[in-house]
């Protein structure tokens, strides 16, 4: 989950016609930064390849980029710009890849990209606890 709230993007609204019936997500995953950052930097040590890490850098109350658009932006200008940019850069190193270490086929017959693509996801939910109270972590 992205850190900035610029002023210029109006929160999402958790509820109301670009919703789910359960509503929309607002509150920043926790730690998902940190954790692609420190895969990508294992990655590197690991295998000497530095990987693609794509980053949305803004808040989930101003854009969630993996909603579609209408959830996401909200009908914002500026944070479509922003949902469009970052499946753009998805969707440019997902080329690299093909071009570089070629496609797959699946047994449905969709095409794919011959490469390990990673979603890192956090939690922002406060109903997660161990019995202490602490918060539950699991590595």
Do not use: M
Not at 13 to 27: A, D, F, H, I, R
Not at 78 to 101: M, Y
Request: proline share 5%.
């Amino acid at each position: 989950g992205g850190y900035l709230k610029p002023d210029s993007i109006p929160d999402r609204q958790t509820t109301g016609p670009y919703c789910p019936s359960k509503g929309c997500k607002t509150l920043k995953d926790a730690n998902t930064l940190e954790i692609a950052r420190a895969i990508a930097d294992a990655i590197a040590r690991k295998f000497c390849k530095v990987p693609f890490l794509i980053i949305n850098h803004l808040h989930r109350s101003k854009l969630d980029a993996n909603r579609e658009i209408g959830e996401a932006a909200q009908s914002n200008p500026t944070a479509e710009k922003a949902w469009w940019d970052f499946h753009d850069f998805i969707s440019e190193a997902q080329g690299l890849v093909v071009r570089q270490f070629g496609a797959v086929s699946g047994e449905t017959g969709r095409e794919g990209a011959r490469g390990l693509f990673l979603d890192v996801h956090g939690y922002a939910g406060t109903d997660w606890v161990q019995g202490d109270g602490s918060p539950f972590v699991q590595w």
